[in-house]
């Protein structure tokens, strides 16, 4: 297997369509996993792509504007919360990564993809961990990714005011389990999580606690 590896990495200088692919969302409690595709073009390139996770929120939005702009071609793909709660965290980033990879417009020789797992493309594959600090294109996709899921929270947190979503982006932050125990889950949280299986435990429609034992 690491010989195969080294024979892709080695092409990968060769292949004039190239998709990064990434995903974030795993870790929240609330709302969809997004992943981004993006096949960047080598004539128009975009300066300063690096991890999204050590980008200000500022230059991560300019980015991904530029990178929009400029690359060859890039989707999104999402997995709603119900297919996270049916079929597992994992297997649903996996989905949500297929989905952007399909949706590209120009469909991609060979996909990069962040982490040490591979959906299932139609495409040759290579996973890389740690790819979104050493690949440009994947740096883009998680940058892509990450705006675009961020976006959506605040929007869900004008729909669902008092949570906080908006602050914590669905992340089981301290202020969100309180909130989650106090209000009762929304239907953007992921049942199948264990602060929001508590949630449902000891929360009723009133909004008082239930007993415990």
Known sequence: MPERKSE???CITRLDRVAG?????RGPI???VVAAAVILDPTRPVIGLADSKQ????RREALAGAIRDNARAWA???AEVDEIDRMNILQASLLAMRRAVVALDAAPALALVDGNRCPELPCSALAL???DRRVAAISA????AK???DAEMVELDARYPGYGLATHKGYPTAAHREALLRLGPLPIHRCSFAPVRQALSEWSPGGARQPRG
């Open 30 to 32: 609330a709302g969809p």
């Open 55 to 58: 980008l200000s929120a500022k």
């Open 21 to 25: 692919v990434d995903e974030v969302g």
């Open 129 to 131: 961990v740690g790819g």
């Open 76 to 78: 999104l793909g999402r």
């Open 8 to 10: 892709q990495a080695a």
């Open 141 to 144: 996709a998680s940058i892509l």
């Open 147 to 149: 705006v675009a899921r």
